[in-house]
């Protein structure tokens, strides 16, 4: 230290100086506890929250009038600034509740105007879209099977509309869509023809069974076994007996028969339909070479024995007068057939 050198009254030994900037520090210290920024508040649930004052101060005398008064102030403007925001968070929360069930109001009520004044716009055809056309092959054709025909336009897909009027007996509108397929340059193939000749036979036209039986030999389309049983069925329903027995003879020449029969004297009838069936009884019952007819017993028939109680019933009402058909005692899937006179 220069002694020569004058020193500041409040500065005075070294000692002295570092004394004085403890005190200095240790006050400043509290002042910035007391002038700190207040932290990110939360939504004020009418609780007070501990201020900073109370955590530096926690469990000390407060003997010290001007720090308790600065704290108290302190808690009560931090209690009013919380308590004026979560005033303003309820109100503009009851506003946005306000404005939407306003909106929601209005948005009914714009639906009910569009819907009193103009119909509604859709982006793909309506289920009810198809009935309200003119066009018999439309007017009753599920909305499914429609939509499927105007995406992927081919034979499968226009076969489920066969089946489906073929189902409900509307063989009508089954020649309708086979000329839609025509018109659309899709040629029909050997399960559109069946389920075709089949809805026809349902319906009991045997002329157009025989017409769309014809067509599809033109069209270099093979006829299999299913498409006979179908062509015998419509014939024989519609009583034509000899176009069924020419059918018959098709048939047996390009081997379509559902079974093979060795011998005639015994007659395996399993994969028979039942018009099958009569229309072969018809052909060989009159050279009296048939003695044993197997039907089956009907295990596999949804409402029994169809195939047994069908060929009972035909070969009473015709031929009751030369032969006798009577179940075997044995066996209940075979009928025994015995002739009057031998």
């Known amino acids: 230290m220069n002694p020569n050198r004058s020193y500041p009254q409040w500065q005075g030994s070294r000692k002295g100086s570092r004394q004085n900037k403890k005190t200095t520090s240790t006050n400043s210290n509290q002042t910035q506890s007391f002038q700190q920024a ?42 009013q600034h919380s308590r004026q925001q979560y005033k303003t968070r309820s109100i503009t929360f009851q506003s946005s509740q ?41 007017s009753s054709l599920p909305f499914a099977i429609r939509n499927k025909i105007n995406n992927h336009p081919n034979p499968r897909s226009y076969n489920e509309a066969i089946c489906f009027f073929r189902k409900t007996n509307q063989w009508q509108k089954v020649l309708l869509i086979l000329e839609e397929m025509e018109q659309k340059h899709i040629t029909p193939n050997n399960f559109n023809y069946n389920t075709a000749i089949s809805a026809c036979g349902k319906g009991k036209q045997w002329q157009e069974a ?52 060795k011998d005639y004297s015994i007659i395996d009838f399993h994969n028979f339909c039942l018009s099958l069936c009569k229309v072969f009884l018809r052909k060989y019952v009159g050279k009296k070479i048939i003695r044993k007819i197997i039907v089956g017993k009907g295990k596999h028939s949804v409402n029994g024995p169809v195939l047994k109680q069908g060929v009972l019933e035909f070969m009473g009402e015709n031929y009751g007068d030369i032969l006798k058909c009577e179940e075997d005692a044995n066996n209940a899937g075979v009928l025994n057939v015995t002739y009057s006179c031998n």
């Open 98 to 138: 306000y404005s939407n069930a306003s909106s929601t109001t209005s948005r009914q009520h714009q639906r009910q105007n569009s819907s009193s004044t103009t119909p509604r716009q859709y982006q793909q055809p309506h289920k009810s879209y198809y009935r309200r056309q003119g066009d018999t092959k439309e």
């Open 210 to 261: 025989l017409r769309l039986l014809d067509e599809m030999k033109k069209n270099n389309i093979a006829p299999d076994t299913i498409t006979y049983n179908a062509a015998i069925s419509a014939c024989e329903k519609g009583g034509q007996w000899q176009e069924a027995l020419r059918l018959l003879d098709e048939m047996e020449s390009k081997n379509l028969l559902p079974g093979e029969i």
């Open 38 to 79: 207040p932290r990110q508040q939360k939504p004020y649930d009418g609780r007070i929250e501990p201020t900073q004052y109370q955590f530096d101060h926690h469990g000390k005398d407060e003997g010290q009038n001007s720090s308790s008064t600065t704290s108290r102030q302190y808690e009560q403007s931090h209690q």
